[in-house]
Structure formats: structure tokens, C-alpha cells
Antibody, heavy 118, light 107 residues
Framework: QVQLVQSGAEVKKPGASVMVSCKASGYTFTNYYLCWVRQAPGQGLEWMGEINPGGGATNYAHKFQGRVTMTRDTSTGTVYMELSSLRFDDTAVYYC???????????WGQGTLVTVSS | DIQMTQSPSTLSASVGDRVTITCRASQNINSWLAWYQQKPGKAPKLLIFKASNLQSGVPSRFSGSESGTDFTLTISSLQPDDFATYYCQQYNSYPYTFGQGTKLEIK
């Protein structure tokens, strides 16, 4: 079945970088966009950006430009999200999600908790 | 950026009630709106896409409608499993943006 499986929880210090992976299975990887959405504790959903696994083109939210990099590995069907210069308020659950036929997000990963702590 | 204003932020209702959640876009989004349901500790789940289309497998008590830049999610008869937080999202133009969420609580 269609599935997105994310890497495990991370604890990082302020100023460090974190890379979260999202492995897709059950469908043609290059045919669907993948996005990253985060959710701080007790807060709402925040769109970070998305990547076209076919060609690698990306779109990032202005807030994260310069700090976020989304890449993909077509040989393994995996997308990566790297966030640098981590701050305490980057503590959140990070989700990957697949863009459906119309651009909505129809399949989600299980989420990865990133904790920024000194 | 397109702002999505969702209301109410909290809604108390009982099993069997009909409830409505509203989302207003700050500009035209050409029906490119989705609704998601999220339960504590879980990933969001797509309910409605392109404003009024029911995602496969979602119960028919959920429906979506639109009027200009106003969008509505209706649950016709609340079931115990429906108590959750609901989010709208526009995907007309980057950056895609979510509403603030509506927490649906048991009265």
C-alpha cells in the first residue's frame, strides 16, 4: 500500500542542523510532489515547502528560505529535509506528505519529533 | 501570502449534532482548498479536496462547500470518532497555508 515512513526522533543543540528522511513506497515516486509540514507542541500546522521528486525542483516558504533544503534520492524513493541553524522554536513534529492529484496532501508520514535543547 | 481564517477555534457539540466549520481566504483560491482531520499524536488525514470532493474512504456525513472566498466543512451527524481538530489548507499559490484549526470537543 502507499506509505511514507519517516526517520526517528532527533535531539539537537541550538545552531546545529537536522536531517529528516521520508521513504516512499507503494507508488511511482517521481509522479507525486512531497511536502514538509511541521507542528510545534500544541500549535497548528505550518507548511515548510515541497519538492518535485521527478526533477528535484523545490518551493520553500519564505520563513524557511536560507535555512531549509529539500532533496531526493530517486534510487531509494526517499526525500530529505535539512533544517540548519536550529533554534529552540524549531522544536516540533515534522511531517512529510504526498501531493495528491490536485495538490492536496493525501498520504502522510508518521511524523518525526525534533527537539532543540541545550 | 494568502491568509486562511478559520472559525470557530473551538466548538463544543454532542453526538448526533450537525456542525459547521468555516474557513475564509484572504483572496481568490479557485476552489483549491482541502480539509484535514487530526487526532492527538497522529498525522492529519485528508477529508475533502478541491473544496467539495470527498476523499475516498471518508464517511459521507462529511461534506464541503464554498461561496466565493468562504469555505465550509459540515458534519451532518457527529459520531464519537469525529471529535478531533480540523484544518483547512489552500493550495492555490505558494506558500500553501493552513487555517489555525478548529478543535471539536464533546459537550
Amino acid at each position: 500500500q502507499v506509505q511514507l515512513v519517516q526517520s526517528g526522533a532527533e535531539v539537537k543543540k541550538p545552531g546545529a542542523s537536522v536531517m529528516v528522511s521520508c521513504k516512499a513506497s507503494g507508488y511511482t515516486f517521481t509522479n507525486y510532489y512531497l511536502c514538509w509540514v511541521r507542528q510545534a507542541p500544541g500549535q497548528g500546522l505550518e507548511w515548510m515547502g515541497e519538492i518535485n521528486p521527478g526533477g528535484g525542483a523545490t518551493n520553500y516558504a519564505h520563513k524557511f528560505q536560507g535555512r531549509v533544503t529539500m532533496t531526493r534520492d530517486t534510487s531509494t524513493g526517499t526525500v530529505y529535509m535539512e533544517l540548519s541553524s536550529l533554534r529552540f522554536d524549531d522544536t516540533a513534529v515534522y511531517y512529510c506528505a504526498r501531493g495528491g492529484t490536485y495538490g492536496d496532501y493525501d498520504v502522510w508520514g508518521q511524523g518525526t519529533l525534533v527537539t532543540v535543547s541545550s | 501570502d494568502i491568509q486562511m481564517t478559520q472559525s470557530p477555534s473551538t466548538l463544543s457539540a454532542s453526538v448526533g449534532d450537525r456542525v459547521t466549520i468555516t474557513c475564509r481566504a484572504s483572496q481568490n483560491i479557485n476552489s483549491w482548498l482541502a480539509w484535514y482531520q487530526q487526532k492527538p499524536g497522529k498525522a492529519p488525514k485528508l477529508l475533502i479536496f478541491k473544496a467539495s470532493n470527498l476523499q475516498s474512504g471518508v464517511p459521507s456525513r462529511f461534506s464541503g462547500s464554498e461561496s466565493g472566498t468562504d469555505f465550509t466543512l459540515t458534519i451532518s451527524s457527529l459520531q464519537p470518532d469525529d471529535f478531533a481538530t480540523y484544518y483547512c489548507q489552500q493550495y492555490n499559490s505558494y506558500p500553501y497555508t493552513f487555517g489555525q484549526g478548529t478543535k471539536l470537543e464533546i459537550k
